[in-house]
């Protein structure tokens, strides 16, 4: 096999970090490789140098053999390299067949030429997708707009097709028809770097795998040769004893107490309990209504009927900050858009719901926070400069950390985590894991919402399953379960 | 060691957060050299000077003629040379306060005895009589001619100019709190600028028909001033209402009310000045109580400090950044948004009343026509100092040091002769000029 795509030598430095340390990089036409690394490792660089978004400061790539230099987006993609990033680079309000001209519009003294729908049909049609070409993107699914992307990134006869996390936001029959594109891919000769955590998933697409770890790649192997343990320790750089942490639980009276939770079709008639020092998972596909239940619970949605009661006592909760007062807390799904205010220190965004507790009269005592929240960077471990930094120059893990502060700090009771390790590295996670573990042991009650399944397996002492808004299904034994037995619940 | 580090650190948010504060300074040295003149000293301390000035010229025993022109401040002046004059030994021959005719005649009549000098106000010492003393009399050419040194100084830096410009901007200054805090917040308030002229006609009218009119008490001044920014507040109460139960956007809402708004200013005043208002009522735009400093002027720099306070160290104002930073992700950390949200438009409301009533007291009446327009000065206040429109971002004292800015360069235009019509497309590059070098620092350092 020829190699169709090599990197030698990648160097990229920006001001007090130094992302890429010489990174040599192989991909064979027809393959796929499957790039991981823990947060920081310089994968999201190196995938930007590929897509010309970043310019190396050092290192070649050759393409076909041929040396080329990727000083722009345009230019990557006319060395024939496509990269879909984990955050779509499509525009709502156009239609996806407009997104995929887009730049590239078939043109005719500047009118545009017809023609470029059929073309988009007969992609999608390639692709197996029924998409409307004349649909706006902002109203297609999560899945479709991939979808879209891959179609753009055919449409422009890329021979080297870069995926970011692309399976991140996708359910399970949609991963397996993700999964299917690619093969498909690779019949045709297409060369596909893939990068993801989830280890499952490389197992079933990956021929070969490479592991980054701090700018450089510490591990290049065939898939065959390399186990999930073994992944992970090269990723972590060391010997990972469990994916997760161990723990004797012992369970209490119930904290939490929803009857008959209701909401248009999204939640329909849901009842369930969590008691003290338990961890309930919750899971089910995109869409099943996870996330809606735990909005209503923490008052982010009006439900339309149905009580919550905590610690016994019924409480009426129509906004975040009855529910804030009933010792309820919510870790939402979207940390970045709805945890956190990245445009403001952590230290504020710490601070925010807690302000009562460091003022007198409406001022606030800012040596109280500032001393507190230096405790909670040292208990939870949160990386940061200070405590000035910007949210949003934290890594994910980071970022979770700090919103779990705020809410510890809040003193709540029950904790509401909704994708509580989307998009964390795998030494992030277990720090997060074994945050978790001590909060239901000190008798807080836990939901886990996951799409993970080996992460609710390995978490939680009973799990909920959901399916088009009402529970499909309760597992009391989790130690005895199985990733089937979860699906047959979840799918319908 | 520590001590020089925290002054480094200090030193450099300083510069980085108020960065425009630089911008003001350098204008501020540009006018100075481009006005630099010839001074020419009036008043009671020039007079001071000149006899100082005098006695060192002229011997123990001089006699001296003093000559001003007409008018008060001349008059003064005279006065205030002839008792220098005379506390220090020296003879006064007479003082003229007239024209160069009136001089004419005194000096004639002082030439009976030898007159060492004649003392002058800076204004009559060009009178071309003086030049050829001899014609007058022969007696009179050794006479000196004698005024206050004149020295350089910039028209800018004048004492009185500076203070100008302050008052000038006060009111747009002091409206642009509350604007600042809407910024923040994520919105805008187009109606301000109706909201000054309604409170200004409210104020005069209430003080006309129930007050007394021009023979009302200061309780009464107080309680009408009270009842038009109480108005103007429930106006701002009025468009947070429509902002966050309706979610119709900000800059829609405070357009409708400021055409209703100003719609009712002329309403209530029948389309004409009301100024049956007492004298008193002109203390807060056009009284100087604290060491000449303008009233005006005094609450301005209050409220600022008040203001600063609130945004800085209350929960209110860390509610307002988070509201403006992320609303929903704000919402789901327990602040009441809503409520937030009706505290900062009613603040802005209520700072636009104040601002309305400052200017009837400075002009002595209220007219539908005050604040036209004034919107949009406030709001290039708000963006000169820095404050982002999309919220989440922005100083209290940056809009100041905006505001005056603002002023400076208005001030600047009028001492360097420019047209009025050019002043605005000026104004207008000023503004842009701002905001691009806003974005270019901040691309730079984020």
Redesign the interface.
């Known amino acids: 096999m020829t190699h169709l795509l090599e990197m030698r030598g990648i160097q990229k430095s920006f001001p007090g970090v130094h992302a890429l340390r010489g990174i040599d990089l192989d991909l064979h036409a027809g393959e796929v490789l499957a790039l991981l690394g823990e947060n920081g490792a310089g994968k999201s660089t190196l995938l930007k140098s590929l897509g010309g978004a970043h310019i190396p400061d050092a290192g070649t790539i050759r393409i076909d053999g041929r040396n080329v230099r990727l000083s722009s987006p345009l230019e990557a993609q006319r060395a024939g390299i496509a990269v879909i990033y984990q955050e779509y680079n499509l525009i709502p309000a156009l239609s996806s067949c407009e997104n995929i001209f887009l730049g590239r519009e078939r043109t005719r003294f500047g009118f545009l030429r017809r023609g470029e729908r059929q073309l988009a049909l007969e992609l999608f049609r390639r692709l197996g997708a029924d998409i409307n070409p004349d649909t706006p993107c902002g109203r297609l699914s999560v899945a479709e707009q991939q979808l879209v992307e891959i179609a753009k990134a055919m449409s422009l006869d890329a021979r080297v097709l870069v995926m970011d996390e692309p399976t991140a936001a996708l359910s399970p029959p949609e991963v397996d028809k993700l999964l299917a594109i690619v093969r498909d891919l690779k019949s045709q000769g297409i060369g596909v770097i893939y990068v993801s955590h989830r280890l499952e998933e490389i197992q079933r697409i990956a021929d070969r795998v490479m592991v980054m770890r701090d700018g450089q790649s510490v591990a290049s192997s065939h898939i065959a040769a390399a186990g999930r343990q073994q992944i992970i320790e090269w990723m972590v750089g060391r010997k990972l004893e469990n994916e997760f942490p161990s723990r004797k639980p012992s369970f209490g009276e119930p904290r939490l107490a929803v009857r008959h939770l209701c909401r248009a079709d999204k939640v329909r008639d849901v009842s369930f309990e969590i008691r003290r020092g338990e961890i309930l998972g919750m899971t089910g596909l995109v869409g099943a209504g996870r996330t809606e239940v735990a909005r209503l619970i923490?008052g982010?949605d009006r439900r339309d009927s149905g009580e919550i009661a905590v610690d016994g006592r019924p409480r009426d909760i129509r906004?975040?900050?009855d529910a804030?007062r009933a010792g309820i807390c919510?870790l939402?799904e979207d940390r970045k858009?709805?945890?956190?205010?990245?445009?403001?220190s952590i230290l504020?965004n710490y601070?925010?719901?807690n302000?009562?507790r460091f003022?007198t009269c409406?001022?606030?005592g800012?040596r109280e926070e500032r001393r507190t929240f230096g405790d909670y960077m040292t208990k939870l471990g949160i990386k940061a400069p200070s405590a000035s930094q910007l949210a949003k120059n934290l890594s994910g893990g980071n970022q979770q950390k700090v919103v779990l502060a705020?809410w510890l700090e809040?003193n709540c009771d029950v904790i509401l985590f909704d994708e509580p390790t989307r998009g964390i590295d795998v030494g992030a996670k277990f720090e997060i894991y074994q945050l978790m573990h001590a909060l239901a042991a000190q008798g807080k009650a836990i939901l886990m919402i996951s799409s993970e399944l080996p992460e609710v397996l390995g978490m939680a002492d009973r799990i909920l399953v959901m399916r088009q808004g009402h529970v499909s299904g309760e597992i009391l034994d989790v130690k005895s379960t199985s990733q089937e037995a979860i699906m047959e619940m979840a799918v319908h | 060691m520590a001590h020089s580090d925290s002054l480094r650190r200090s030193l450099r948010i300083v510069v980085s957060d108020y960065g425009m504060l630089l911008v003001l300074l350098a204008i501020g040295a540009y006018l100075s050299v481009v006005t630099y003149a010839e001074q020419h000293p009036t008043g009671l301390a020039a007079a001071r000077q000149l006899a100082a000035s005098v006695r060192q010229k002229c011997s123990d025993n001089a006699r001296v003629l003093v000559v001003a022109r007409n008018g008060a401040e001349d008059e003064a002046f005279a006065k205030e040379l002839k008792s220098q004059l005379e506390s220090s030994g020296l003879r006064v021959a007479g003082v003229v306060n007239g024209e160069p005719a009136d001089a004419r005649k005194a000096l004639t009549a002082a030439a009976t005895e030898k007159l060492d000098a004649v003392a002058c106000h800076p204004a009559a010492a060009s009178w071309t009589l003086f030049e050829n003393m001899a014609r007058i009399s022969p007696a009179l050419a050794t006479t000196q001619i004698l005024k206050p040194e004149s020295y350089y100084w910039p028209n800018f830096l004048k004492a009185e100019n500076l203070l100008n410009i302050a008052n000038q901007i006060a009111v747009i200054a002091i409206v642009a709190i509350g604007m600042t805090m809407v910024v923040i917040s994520g919105g805008i308030d187009l109606s301000v600028g109706s909201l000054i002229a309604l409170s200004a006609v409210v104020v005069a009218r209430l003080i006309r028909d129930y007050g007394g009119g021009t023979s009302a008490g200061t309780p009464a001044l107080l309680v009408a001033s009270a009842a038009a920014i109480a108005l103007c507040a429930l106006c701002g109460v009025f468009s947070a209402t429509m902002i966050t139960r309706f979610r119709v956007p900000p800059f829609i809402v405070t357009l409708g009310v400021m055409l209703m708004a100003g719609g009712e200013a002329r309403a209530i005043s029948e389309g004409e000045t009301i100024n049956q208002v007492p004298q008193s009522f002109m203390w807060l735009g056009r009284g100087a109580d604290l060491f000449g400093i303008p009233n005006a002027v005094v609450l301005m720099l209050v409220l600022y400090g008040a203001a600063h306070v609130v945004m800085t160290?209350?929960?209110?104002g860390?509610?307002i950044?988070?509201v403006g930073?992320?609303a929903?992700?704000?919402?789901?950390?327990?602040?009441?948004v809503r409520r937030v949200l009706l505290v900062v438009y009613a603040v802005c409301g209520a700072l636009a009343g104040l601002g309305g009533v400052i200017l009837a007291s400075l002009f002595q009446g209220g007219s539908p026509v005050y604040g036209k327009m004034y919107e949009l000065y406030v709001i290039a206040a708000v963006v000169v100092g820095g404050a982002s429109l999309s919220g989440?971002?922005g100083r209290i004292f940056s809009t100041l040091i905006g505001a005056f800015i603002i002023a400076v360069i208005q001030n600047g235009m009028n001492l360097t002769g420019i047209r009025s019509e050019s002043q605005e497309v000026v104004l207008g590059a000023v503004i842009l000029g701002a905001v691009i070098l806003d974005k270019l620092k901040n691309r730079g350092v984020g």
């Open positions: 923490f982010a906004e975040p900050r804030i919510l939402t858009h709805q945890g956190l205010i990245l445009g403001q504020h601070g925010l719901p302000l009562k003022s409406g001022f606030v800012h705020k809040a | 160290r209350t929960s209110l860390r509610y950044y988070a930073g992320n929903e992700a704000a919402r789901l950390s327990g602040v009441p989440g971002e």
